[in-house]
């Protein structure tokens, strides 16, 4: 069964507006902090893998955004529904969260003297009006070249865990980034200035 991850300081009956984040990632609930603190965070429960590779990487993440939000919606959760989802584009190859460290390796040395994309589908489902909205934000991320010491130093500290593209860019991989191009808060997992223009056209 799903769990309430967080529940700040809501207490208005208008489920009209009410935000509900469909994810239990710290990183998210500390990030929609920025906007508010009047929401609650529910785990989807939804497989990140569940959509076929040869789907658009920018289709992707809505795809799988949206069924984050139609997850906690049918669990009966009211108001704002926010789901959202993160991956890393590079040569059309797309990486999400790897499962292994051998994996995490492999993306590491991918990305590493090389700009990669990271894309966040966002899908916004309003459950009392049927009011829906979704956008897709894409942020260039250049890495300078890595030495193997460096990144078998990086899986040491194992940050890279349910990390897409098997990085953390608040963390030490802070030290491997050249260039940023676009929203940062986009490559953290959430996109808020997007949001933000989302929220206000449901409201």
């Known amino acids: 069964m799903n769990q309430l991850i967080a529940s ?12 509900i ?10 990030l929609l ?8 965070a529910i785990k989807s429960g939804v497989q990140e893998e569940g959509v076929d590779d040869p789907c658009d990487p920018r289709d992707r993440v809505v795809i799988l955004a949206k069924r984050k939000a139609e997850a906690v919606a049918a669990q009966g ?8 989802d993160t991956m890393v584009l590079i040569d059309s190859k797309t990486f999400g969260k790897p499962t292994t460290r051998s994996e995490a390796h492999h993306m590491l040395t991918r990305l590493s003297n090389r700009e990669h994309i990271v894309i966040t589908g966002l899908y916004l489902f309003a459950t009392e009006t049927g009011k829906e909205r979704q956008a897709v934000v894409g942020t260039t991320v250049t890495f300078r070249k890595l030495s193997p010491a460096e990144i ?15 990085y953390s860019i608040e963390g030490k991989a802070a030290l491997f980034i050249e260039r940023i191009e676009g929203d940062y808060y ?3 997992g959430l996109p808020l200035c997007q949001l933000q223009l989302l929220l206000n056209e449901l409201r």
């Open 8 to 19: 700040p300081l809501y207490t208005t009956m208008d489920l009209s507006n009410r935000l």
């Open 21 to 30: 984040l469909a994810s239990g990632s710290p990183r998210r609930i500390e």
């Open 33 to 40: 902090h920025y906007i508010t603190r009047d929401f609650i």
């Open 77 to 84: 959760y009211r108001g704002i529904i926010i789901g959202a």
């Open 152 to 166: 078998e130093f990086y899986l040491d500290e194992e940050e890279y865990r349910g990390k897409a593209g098997a």
């Open 186 to 188: 986009n490559v953290l």
